[in-house]
């Protein structure tokens, strides 16, 4: 069949996922013409696992896509069904929204914002291989044979690379939901050189509400505080559908003891390595055995429909198992399975083949996001969508690159740990995987990041000068606390006494006595004049920043020290075996992976620090511009 010419583009962007819809957002919104090719244009953003977004360090990521220009938080906003902030008894740095969504109103609401972004163009196919010239990418071919051209090309293929679904002793070619698999692009970036790896993930059964017996399981509502994950958002969403709980007991476990041998996961038929941080209820089952129960979610996906997602259950399990599993669990003795739990394996590329914009080494103008590169989680995969995009973008459009730092954002922390470190399994995003995590914050991504993504020309004007006003007044609100003098006084002790806090004997300054742990804005307000005008969150902040500022600052003075690390860049033209004393794992790590900066080498697995410290005395004893002579 003959090839022809369907379009020349500044970007294309190859799937229509979380990472593709962000990805190609952002790159037509900083000026490039950029065309999305999708297998399906009634799945785009869809959600093939759990009907929600959120939660520790992945609700944070969701702000921090928002404050860079991203939609995802807009489109959550406008489409959930329930809204949680998750550790509101703990300090702010854990603390994180999580929502429940509407999964068919989602698409719908992200496919509207696709087809209505100037710059773009979204249009139905699935590409077979990439234009590579020379080692550089120049655009994609489909199965139908239409030539599309571009200057950068990002993959964005999830987990439909070579797709196999697994239900007990059956396997088939599939992606995600009984999709079609991507099975030539992968032959084609193996036949371009690129080393792929193996991964599985899984989702559990979808039950039928109406068969359910709630009246056997714990309610769990939303919030009633409104609240939203984008800045922006003023229009919250009141009517909540609550989830539920409920638990697996001894005889679900018999259930699933009894036919282990049956599950894809232990019968030898599963290849690819699963999510440590999400397991199949086998592997809970197996892992913990002392455990007599684990928790199980209902959780709704959506208003106007019938299916409940079985949060907790995910399974390869043959089908007349999983309705026994099912039927065991209180609540769930007449649930009529709407869908089926599954395992599905797919490749994915070995992410240290990538540079921290995410272009990829091998190949020039091709950049790849998403689970793609390892990842497990739609959050995941559209903070890398929205780097992607704005790197393939500003290449073309002659900008500088964009890397956010560990210490700026977790999106910082999440690309620099695929890039430098890579994962042998799907990498989930943990707080604890930040350093600075009390830095990065669920209520300061915008004060964070929302000037860098209206440098990068994501964020417009209006949005830009409102921020700036927000930090102008948090400014000058701690400069008016810090003056202002609050006496020991009848009506002072009381307030402080109906705090738990100790009465004063001498005036303090009310800055000072915001400082105290037991003590909110709201208390120290009671005994000043109140300023009427400022907003909530503008208060919240400087509650926060009075609060932790001694923690803040040493959390600042790390990040300085590891700053002067990043700033060291390490040569392009270094020859590591030129450098005596370095340790082999060391060189053959520093050979592979490449790191730009010192910083990034040190963090290098297999990358002592003697060896961090022989590659700084090279370096700066200027042997490299010897070499270069």
Known sequence: MMTYE?????????????????????????????????????????MPCNPSLGGPAKGIVVREI?????????????????????????????????????????????????????NLSIRQGMVDSLIVEDGVCKGVVTETKAVYKAKTVVVTTGTFMRGKVLIGDIEYESGPNNQRATVKLSENLEELGFELTRFKTGTPPRVKSQSIDYSKTEIQP?????QGFSYETVDFITDQIPCWLTYTNPHTHEVIDDNLKRSAMYSGMKRGTGPRYCPSIEDKVVRFHDKPRHQIFLEPEGRDTEEVYVQGLSTSLPEDVQYEMVHSVAGLEKAEIMRPGYAIEYDAIVPTQLWPTLETKRIENLFTAGQLNGTSGYEEAAAQGIMAGINAAAKILGKDPVILDRSEAYIGVLI????????KEPYRLLTSRAEYRLLLRHDNADL???????????????????????KELITKEQKRLRKIVIKPSEYTTEVLEAANSTPIKEAMHALDLLKRPELSYADVEKMIEPDHTLP?????????????EGYIKKANQQVARMLKMEDKKVPENIDYDDIGGLATEARQKLKEIRPLSVGQASRISGVNPSDVSILLVYIEQGKIATLAN
């Not at 300090?91 to 698409?107: E, F, H, T």
């Open 66 to 118: 928002d404050a860079l220009g991203g939609v995802m938080a807009k489109v959550i906003d406008k489409t959930h069904i329930q809204m949680r902030m998750l550790n509101t008894r703990k300090g702010p740095a854990v603390q994180a929204l999580r929502a429940q969504a509407d999964k068919p109103l989602y698409i719908q609401e992200m496919k509207r914002v696709i087809e209505n972004e100037e």
């Open 536 to 548: 909530q969150e503008v208060k919240e902040q400087v509650e926060i920043q009075v609060k932790y």
């Open 6 to 46: 369907a379009g020349e583009f500044d970007v294309i962007v190859i799937g229509a996922g979380h990472a593709g819809c962000e990805a190609g957002i952002a790159a037509a919104r900083m000026g490039a013409k950029t065309l999305m090719l999708t297998m399906n244009l009634d799945t785009i953003a869809f």
């Open 448 to 470: 964070r990041l929302l000037e860098k993504g209206h440098d990068i020309g994501l964020v417009p004007d209006a949005r830009y000068e409102k921020f700036m006003t927000k």
């Open 416 to 423: 620099d740990d695929l890039v430098t470190k890579g994962t």
């Open 222 to 226: 939303g919030d009633e505080k409104p």
